[in-house]
């Protein structure tokens, strides 16, 4: 028999309907990172199936709603969502178990100080708090209520006689997950920047500015993946597997290299570089010259005078001068603190030591000098493959994470106003399988056509960028 009427646990009845078993689905479902209402709404009509083959009257209780809807996702083979609900339900229970025995909330209301961001205080106020849970995390008058009494009885067992407004907001996070409002907690829950990072920044920082960039990068690297990628990509991407060049500024993954022609003249390579860069500048955010050696030359022979609009070339782009070999001039290099470095065709030790030294980036590659290299690079990822030869269910896992992260990017990079993406690479790297193993090809062909779905053309690439190194090197620790 097909259940009419809904007994509440307060022995209230209310009219059955499947849509309020349809969203409680659809938020576990959203919880497991799988989004589908169309499939919640299926599913609901299936536990409302189940129930009139099961029922033998036309009223129903709360808990047997709730075991058909576990019996239900179970059999259909949603065994994660199933374990998600039945733990909210759990929750849940608990939370009304501590209510109905009242050992663990205040009897009276507690007495302490709040201190807001501006260092003012105000005296502990319950109405003030509802109002906030109200406004602020959306929650309904039941919900704010409860949550208030979770947070005033952490409070009152403590000696604290007054609390920061930061504080304050964790503890509500916490008294959120405790009360089953997991929603509402990970959407309202608060940035963070761990003190001690802070501190070494500002000790470290040469200026106020400096310091305030490198919090706000990490502020705005937490919000980007927290919100705006998708749960597999966040998963991997906070282990050590996926590398996201960009998530710090939101155009810092478009960047434009270009060699300038091998001119004999030192003023006509400036001029056309000079060109490039106010070319560049207009449409791509990180940009970067590769000087010709005539120029490298001038400079060793005692040319003073190319040191300014050198450096001045050094304010628009990242310069580097291209180098046959070693070259004296890094013994007393004229560039301290500007962005100019040093590119050669192969790979040399001392050379990079040096460079790191100085804190500029080594570039290497034979194509460097051809003439007219052009290359532009819309977004970068990487892929950190350590251990999973054979394992083509986590290889797949791993393809269909980057071929999202790069669709993501994208679509960061076209919201920005003037930036130009035509004709530019979308690039991967793999690391930790041998690049002539089977695993890596497999890989790399399910990127291709991951790739391919997402209507986007991929290209592997053999450059491990050194923040690509410092990131996926997190699995190794």
Same mark, same amino acid.
């Not at 259909?76 to 939370?95: K, M, S």
């Not at 409860?146 to 964790?170: C, N, R, T, W, Y």
């Not at 829950?189 to 040469?206: C, D, F, M, Q």
């Given at each position: 028999?097909?259940?009419?009427?809904?007994?509440?646990?307060?022995?209230?009845?209310?009219?059955?309907?499947?849509?309020?078993?349809?969203?409680?689905?659809?938020?576990?479902?959203?919880?497991?990172?799988?989004?589908?209402?169309?499939?919640?709404?299926?599913?609901?009509?299936?536990?409302? %199936?189940?129930?009139?083959?099961?029922?033998?009257?036309?009223?129903?209780?709360?808990?047997?709603?709730?075991? $058909?809807?576990?019996?239900?996702?179970?059999?259909?083979?949603?065994?994660?969502?199933?374990?998600?609900?039945?733990?909210?339900?759990?929750?849940? %229970?608990? #939370?009304?178990?501590?209510?109905?025995? @009242?050992?663990?909330?205040?009897?009276?209301?507690?007495?302490?100080?709040?201190? *807001?961001?501006?260092?003012?205080?105000?005296?502990?106020?319950?109405?003030?708090?509802?109002?906030?849970?109200?406004?602020?995390?959306?929650?309904?008058?039941?919900?704010?209520? *409860?949550?208030?009494?979770?947070? %005033?009885?952490?409070?009152?067992?403590?000696?604290?006689?007054?609390?920061?407004?930061?504080?304050?907001?964790?503890?509500?996070?916490?008294?959120?997950?405790?009360?089953?409002?997991?929603?509402?907690?990970?959407?309202?829950?608060?940035?963070?920047?761990?003190?001690?990072?802070?501190?070494?920044?500002?000790?470290?920082?040469?200026?106020? +500015?400096?310091?305030?960039?490198?919090?706000?990068?990490?502020?705005?690297? %937490?919000?980007?993946?927290?919100?705006?990628?998708?749960?597999?990509?966040?998963?991997?991407?906070?282990? @050590?597997?996926?590398?996201? *060049?960009?998530?710090?500024?939101?155009?810092?993954?478009?960047?434009?290299?270009? &060699?300038?022609?091998?001119?004999?003249?030192?003023?006509?390579?400036?001029? &056309?570089? #000079?060109?490039?860069?106010?070319?560049?500048?207009?449409?791509?955010?990180?940009? +970067?010259?590769?000087?010709?050696?005539?120029?490298?030359?001038?400079?060793?022979?005692?040319?003073?005078? /190319?040191?300014?609009?050198? !450096?001045?070339? $050094?304010?628009?782009?990242?310069?580097?001068?291209?180098?046959?070999?070693?070259?004296?001039?890094?013994?007393?290099?004229? #560039? !301290?603190?500007?962005?100019?470095?040093?590119?050669?065709?192969?790979?040399?030790?001392?050379?990079?030591?040096?460079?790191?030294?100085?804190?500029?980036? /080594?570039?290497?590659?034979?194509?460097?000098?051809?003439?007219?290299?052009?290359?532009?690079?819309?977004?970068?990822?990487?892929?950190?493959?350590?251990?999973?030869?054979?394992?083509?269910?986590?290889?797949?896992?791993?393809?269909?994470?980057?071929? =999202?992260?790069?669709?993501?990017? /994208?679509?960061?990079?076209?919201?920005?106003?003037?930036?130009?993406? *035509?004709?530019?690479?979308?690039?991967?790297?793999?690391?930790? /399988?041998?690049? $002539?193993?089977?695993?890596?090809?497999?890989?790399?062909?399910?990127?291709?056509?991951?790739?391919? +779905?997402?209507?986007?053309?991929?290209?592997? =690439?053999?450059?491990?960028?050194?923040?690509?190194?410092?990131?996926?090197?997190?699995?190794?620790?």
């Amino acid at each position: 028999m097909r259940p009419a009427t809904v007994i509440k646990r307060d022995g209230t009845p209310v009219p059955f309907t499947s849509e309020r078993i349809a969203h409680a689905i659809a938020q576990a479902m959203h919880a497991c990172a799988c989004d589908d209402p169309a499939l919640a709404d299926e599913l609901s009509h299936l536990v409302e %199936e189940h129930l009139g083959r099961t029922c033998d009257a036309p009223q129903v209780g709360i808990e047997a709603i709730q075991d $058909a809807v576990v019996h239900i996702l179970q059999e259909t083979g949603h065994y994660e969502v199933a374990i998600t609900y039945a733990r909210y339900r759990d929750d849940r %229970e608990r #939370f009304r178990r501590s209510q109905r025995l @009242g050992t663990d909330l205040p009897q009276q209301p507690i007495h302490l100080e709040v201190i *807001d961001g501006q260092l003012r205080r105000r005296p502990w106020d319950r109405a003030w708090v509802t109002e906030l849970l109200l406004g602020s995390y959306g929650l309904d008058d039941k919900g704010a209520h *409860d949550a208030v009494m979770q947070v %005033e009885a952490s409070l009152a067992g403590s000696a604290v006689s007054e609390i920061s407004a930061p504080l304050l907001f964790s503890l509500i996070d916490a008294a959120l997950v405790r009360c089953g409002r997991h929603t509402q907690a990970s959407r309202r829950s608060p940035l963070r920047v761990e003190r001690g990072i802070t501190r070494s920044t500002l000790a470290a920082a040469t200026d106020g +500015r400096q310091a305030l960039e490198h919090a706000g990068r990490r502020l705005f690297e %937490e919000l980007a993946i927290a919100e705006d990628f998708p749960e597999q990509v966040v998963r991997l991407w906070c282990h @050590g597997r996926l590398w996201i *060049d960009g998530l710090d500024d939101p155009r810092r993954g478009s960047q434009f290299s270009a &060699t300038v022609d091998g001119l004999t003249n030192p003023w006509q390579v400036l001029a &056309t570089a #000079f060109g490039l860069a106010a070319e560049a500048q207009r449409h791509w955010r990180r940009i +970067r010259l590769i000087l010709p050696p005539s120029v490298l030359g001038h400079l060793e022979r005692g040319a003073k005078t /190319l040191i300014e609009p050198i !450096t001045a070339l $050094a304010r628009l782009a990242q310069v580097h001068l291209y180098c046959d070999g070693r070259t004296p001039l890094l013994q007393q290099w004229p #560039f !301290t603190g500007a962005a100019v470095s040093i590119a050669t065709y192969h790979d040399d030790f001392l050379l990079l030591q040096r460079l790191q030294e100085l804190g500029q980036p /080594l570039l290497s590659g034979p194509h460097l000098m051809a003439g007219g290299y052009r290359r532009r690079v819309a977004v970068e990822l990487a892929l950190n493959a350590q251990g999973l030869e054979g394992e083509h269910a986590q290889l797949d896992a791993l393809a269909m994470a980057l071929a =999202s992260a790069a669709r993501h990017r /994208l679509d960061q990079l076209r919201a920005a106003p003037g930036v130009d993406l *035509d004709g530019a690479d979308l690039r991967f790297a793999i690391f930790g /399988l041998p690049m $002539a193993s089977e695993s890596s090809h497999y890989l790399e062909r399910q990127i291709l056509q991951e790739g391919v +779905r997402q209507r986007l053309t991929l290209v592997r =690439s053999a450059n491990l960028p050194e923040d690509a190194c410092a990131h996926l090197g997190r699995l190794l620790e």
